[in-house]
């Protein structure tokens, strides 16, 4: 079982920052990409950020220069601090993990429930 559980989200003022956790526990052998996405009100769920296990990084063009993305790999935990945030940054944001569970399983997606971020005076 495998189980991410965000943190971090809440109340934020425009221009304001904030910095979200994610913590992967459970039966992991190794998480390959792990990252997050974000569903806005009455949109798309789309994709924040994500980072490889080597440190490779993707950015959506709307955050980068705002958005710093971040793991830890010895702690299973990736992080997302965002800064300069902006109303249209409100949104549900979801940690996801790309991993197997022993050397010769097949890569997973898994998801955690969603941290609510709004950003508003």
């Known amino acids: 079982q495998v189980q991410l559980v965000e943190s971090g989200g809440g109340l934020v003022q425009p221009g304001g920052s904030q910095r979200l956790s994610c913590a992967a526990s459970?039966?992991?052998?190794?998480?390959?990409?792990m990252g997050w996405y974000r569903q806005a009100p009455g949109k798309q769920r789309e994709l924040v950020a994500t980072?490889?296990?080597?440190?490779?990084?993707n950015y959506t063009d709307s955050v980068k220069g705002r958005f710093t993305i971040s793991r830890d790999n010895a702690k299973n935990t990736v992080y997302l601090q965002m800064d300069s945030l902006k109303p249209e940054d409100t949104a549900v944001y979801y940690c996801?993990?790309?991993?197997?569970?022993?050397?010769?399983?097949?890569?997973?997606?898994?998801w955690g429930k969603g941290t609510l971020v709004t950003v508003s005076s």
């Open positions: 996801y993990a790309d991993l197997i569970k022993s050397p010769v399983d097949r890569g997973m997606e898994y």
């Open positions: 459970g039966n992991i052998f190794m998480i390959y990409s």
């Open positions: 980072m490889r296990y080597g440190g490779g990084t």
